[in-house]
């Protein structure tokens, strides 16, 4: 029998879709899920950071950090933004996300090109988690509740985000997104 996944779990504690598919269950694909999911991994991240000082490993975490930020951001605003412009009459709350957005794509530029791991690279880094987790408070208590007032149709949504998501991923750093199995040939 089929197990579906998140029917008794609170609606605040996301479900971690592609360990869900990758262990063959059935869930539904559902978008505000699946972003929810994304927040509290890079938020995550974040945490580790502070908990090294070692520059090999701040690096890295904060390489992947900006790496997932870019994925997340991109398939954001080619799908879900757009979608939320369809069935919101509130253009600013989009504009608005999307100038964070920017603010944030600014800092991980810097990031990126710095060659040091050093006071100025943390500096970048605590400005870049002080963005995101700003930006993810308003998704969360703002646009999040505003769209599913709206009816957003956040099942039908999941699906393509997850695709646009794992495309990005392996096109950005030429690996598969983890937890995703290859697709079965047809
Ligand atoms: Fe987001
Ligand atoms: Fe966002």
Not at 34 to 59: G, I, N, S
Not at 80 to 91: G, N, Q, S, T
Not at 114 to 124: L, N, P, Q
């Amino acid at each position: 029998m089929s197990t579906i996944v998140g029917s008794k779990r609170p609606k605040a504690d996301p479900i971690n879709l592609p360990a869900v598919i990758s262990a063959g269950k059935k869930v539904p694909p559902d978008a505000f899920n699946l972003l929810m999911q994304d927040h509290r991994e890079v938020l995550e991240l974040f945490r580790c950071y502070d908990l090294t000082t070692d520059p090999k490993a701040r690096r890295a975490i904060a390489a992947r950090i900006c790496m997932d930020l870019k994925v997340h951001m991109e398939f954001e605003e080619e799908l879900f933004y757009e979608a939320a412009r369809d069935v919101l009459d509130d253009e600013d709350l989009v504009e608005d996300a999307e100038e964070e957005h920017d603010e944030a794509k600014a800092i991980v530029e810097r990031l990126e090109e710095r060659t040091t791991v050093d006071a100025a690279f943390t500096r970048d880094v605590h400005a870049l988690k002080a963005a995101i987790e700003q930006h993810v408070t308003v998704e969360e208590t703002e646009l999040f509740p505003r769209l599913r007032q709206a009816s957003l149709d956040s099942i039908a949504l999941g699906v393509p985000l997850f695709v646009r998501r794992a495309e990005l991923f392996a096109a950005l750093t030429g690996k598969p997104l983890p937890g995703v199995a290859a697709p079965a040939s047809q």
